[in-house]
Nanobody
Framework: QVQLVESGGGLVQAGGSLRLSCAAS????????LGWFRQAPGKEREFVAA????????YYADSVKGRFTISRDNAKKTMWLQMNSLEPEDTAVYYC??????????????????WGQGTQVTVSS
């Protein structure tokens, strides 16, 4: 059974930090780009960050560049998103996901075929 499970969300004040984790099971991990997306109330799910299959290349949305860091450990089948200098605009449900094709990068959510259940991040002003 394919499973991605996020953890680490919570309530934090503006300027604070959180570290999200995404643990995978039941799926091939090391040959796929993995990504983080987020969805705020009333808004579409949007791309946040992605990392290639060996962790040598990372990609970020402009809104989080310089504040968020994505990383992965293929041996542990785990990915992380370190979020610093959080802003109220970062409030959303955060999802981890796996691209549908191996050795392929995309920021388009429709091309990701495995998703976690999401973890809530709330940043107070």
């Amino acid at each position: 059974q394919v499973q991605l499970v996020e953890s680490g969300g919570g309530l934090v004040q503006a300027g604070g930090s959180l570290r999200l984790s995404c643990a995978a099971s039941g799926l091939t991990f090391s040959v796929y780009v993995l990504g983080w997306f987020r969805q705020a109330p009333g808004k579409e799910r949007e791309f946040v960050a992605a990392i290639n299959w060996i962790g040598s290349r990372t990609y970020y949305a402009d809104s989080v560049k310089g504040r968020f860091t994505i990383s992965r450990d293929n041996a542990k089948k785990t990915m992380w998103l370190q979020m610093n200098s959080l802003e109220p605009e970062d409030t959303a449900v955060y999802y981890c996901a796996r691209v549908s094709r191996s050795y392929y990068y995309t920021a388009k959510k429709d091309e990701y075929d495995a998703w976690g259940q999401g973890t809530q991040v709330t940043v107070s002003s």
